[in-house]
């Protein structure tokens, strides 16, 4: 089967299209025939080894010293189940699944064993295969993020960064907890952010939401244009800061922000549960989260999605289309 690979950090040009055993299911497994991946902020950090400030030695140690330990890139996927383990019992094939693999990766390939029991759902009826595709990557680190900061029906959130794949989620999702949403993105993306549930949007562009006297609950940043100092005068007398995209520095300011002030910063990588891939499967049968997808690339055209994700301008998802399949 043909598999993305890199063997070297770096730009997107250290990827390439090789042949590698097709995987083959073990009793409790099933072999899904991969029709769509994503290329996410992850997966650029991951192949360039680009990390917040003061994660660069774990990360190495993490993910390979002088070159990467899992060579193939992809946390998310979307396919047909093509067969099943002597013990399956939730799958069959023909099933039409997603799946997200997190920190293992492996996903840019055209078969992937999934355990019948891991991070693996059918697709919403109501998705196509492309959009469930993208439904873990942001909408797992928001629910991690709104879990870890105590986020409540009634609430004022202020999403930074809210047109992106993690802001997308945060906005249909912080809506759906019952939340007053606030979105803050650039002028092109105004519109894409009020379609989404953003009761106001912020162009920052324009305009600095740290200066327009407003108070809020929540502030999720993805952007990471809004640390701590920048925007506590913005939080309520028990406002969260859950900082998305932050460095160590950031990560040990908890302790201080709520012995000076009462506010919290929650930091870190997001922790996924495996109920996590379910939960959005059922919200986005109900109509409550679809994600946005902006654009699509065949995998022979990885180097350029790489490049156009480098950018930090997407809006939503991008995807990544295997063999012939349409959408
Ligand atoms: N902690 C974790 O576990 C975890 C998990 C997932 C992701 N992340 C990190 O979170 C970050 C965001 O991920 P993502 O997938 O959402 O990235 P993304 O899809 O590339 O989106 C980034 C967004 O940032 C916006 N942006 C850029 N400058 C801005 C500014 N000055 N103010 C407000 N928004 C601005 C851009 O919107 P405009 O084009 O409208 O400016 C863009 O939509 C990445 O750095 C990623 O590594 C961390």
């Known amino acids: 089967m043909k598999a993305i690979v890199y063997e070297a950090y770096g730009p997107p040009e250290v990827l390439h299209v090789k042949d590698v055993d097709t995987p083959a299911p073990g009793r409790d497994e099933i072999l899904i025939r991969v029709q769509a991946t994503t290329v996410t902020s992850g997966d650029c950090r991951v192949r360039s080894l680009t990390v917040p400030r003061g994660f660069g030695l774990v990360s190495r140690l993490a993910l390979g010293v002088s070159k990467p330990k899992q060579p193939i890139l992809g946390t998310e996927l979307a396919g047909v189940v093509e067969a099943v383990g002597s013990d399956v019992r939730k799958f069959k094939a023909g099933d039409e699944v997603f799946a997200f693999t997190d920190t293992r990766m492996g996903c840019s390939v055209e078969y992937k064993c999934m355990p019948e029991d891991g991070a693996v759902e059918k697709r919403p009826p109501n998705l196509s295969l492309e959009e469930s595709a993208a439904l873990s990557f942001g909408g797992t680190t928001v629910l991690s993020f709104f879990r870890k900061g105590r986020l409540q029906s009634g609430e004022r959130v202020l999403v930074n960064g809210a047109s992106g794949g993690v802001g997308t989620a945060a906005v249909q999702l912080a809506r759906h907890f019952g939340a007053e949403v606030t979105g803050v993105c650039s002028s092109p993306n105004v519109e894409l952010v009020r379609s989404l549930g953003a009761r106001h949007v912020i162009d920052y562009t324009t305009d600095d939401f740290t200066r327009n006297g407003e108070h809020y609950d929540v502030i999720i940043d993805t952007a990471g244009t809004a640390p ?41 990588p997001a922790s996924v549960r495996t109920e996590d891939i379910r939960f959005l499967a059922e919200l986005a049968a109900e109509g409550v989260f679809t994600p946005v997808i902006d654009r699509r690339y065949p995998f022979a055209q990885i180097v350029e999605a790489h490049r156009y994700v480098d950018s930090g301008r997407k809006r939503g998802n991008v995807i990544i289309t295997w063999g012939n399949y349409e959408v």
Not at 234 to 250: E, I, K, Y
């Open 228 to 268: 701590y100092s920048r925007c506590k005068e913005s939080l309520t007398r028990q406002g969260r800061l859950l900082l998305v995209l932050a460095g160590l520095p950031d990560m040990l300011l908890s302790p201080w922000a709520r012995m000076t002030s009462g506010r919290s910063v929650v930091a870190g």
